[in-house]
């Protein structure tokens, strides 16, 4: 037994020295050698202004309901909004009373998109504006970023009339690329419990890429006619770039209207003719 150990230390040696001596021969110390086998993969290089690619969110159906106290006139608005879905079980309604816009397709508008069915977004980077194109709805939204100004006077007298996904400018503070967007048109909710806004909302989104596989979005609202103070609607949410092409994924009118005919309706209790009306 002695011996056998013997022969096996005897083997270990000459195998250790035989490595060493091939080491040196490569110029490489052998510890070096090992040293590196065992060293983790360096994170890939990345450029924090380049935001451009897919890039894929967790599912959100809401706000996460962080929204200020109401003014007189959101909390108007508010009362008269019918949600189908969300935690307010007392506000909530069978699906064919809701007045949620997006059950009948209408567009989901701006910020709600980034908070229902975002799954994927897709960045175009181009000299004077940044493109983000939307998985939910085939959507787009045009970001300038050639140091025009805000607008300030969508739906006045002698301005451009509101639009469902307002209008935006971009700029960079440092490493986080900031977008301003006012002028939404307020027939959108911002969220599936049918908290609203008005025109005059301004919406800051703060778009940090942290490295090369995520990215980090804060959103600021702050609109004074419906809300007494500003607010934070996702505290955070972390995209992960995707090595995919941006997905379809549409609200079908026709598709909307047989799904409220033959599912909503009956489940209520109640039918519907073919226009969907009671």
Known sequence: ??????????????????????????????????????????????????????????????????????????????NSNKPFN??????????????????????????????YQIWHIKFLQLPKETVQLFEFGAVWREIWTDGRPLLTNVGQHGGPDPRWYGYSVGKWDGDTFVINTTGVDDRSWLDVYGDPHSVEMR??????????????????IDDPKAYTKPFVALPKLIFTLADVELPEQMCV??????????????????????????
Not at 87 to 103: F, G, Q, T, W
């Open 86 to 115: 969300g935690v307010d079980k007392v506000r909530m309604v069978p699906l064919a009373e809701s007045n949620d816009p997006m059950i009948v397709c209408d567009p989901l508008g701006f910020p709600r998109n980034l908070f």
């Open 1 to 78: 037994m002695v011996l056998r150990m013997r022969n096996r230390s005897i083997q270990s040696n000459v195998l250790l020295g035989s490595l060493a001596v091939f080491a040196i021969l490569l110029g490489q110390p052998l510890r070096t050698s090992m040293a590196a086998q065992d060293a983790p993969a360096k994170a890939q290089q990345f450029d924090p202004h380049d935001l451009s690619g897919v890039w894929k969110a967790p599912v959100r159906v809401t706000s996460g309901r962080e929204v200020a106290p109401m003014t007189p006139w959101g909390l108007e608005r508010f």
């Open 203 to 220: 919406v800051e989104e703060r778009y940090t890429r942290l490295d090369h596989e995520h990215m980090r979005l804060f959103i600021t």
């Open 253 to 278: 009118p026709s598709e909307a209207l047989e799904y409220l005919k033959s599912v909503a309706a009956p489940a209520d209790g109640k039918s519907s003719d073919k226009n969907g009306e009671r």
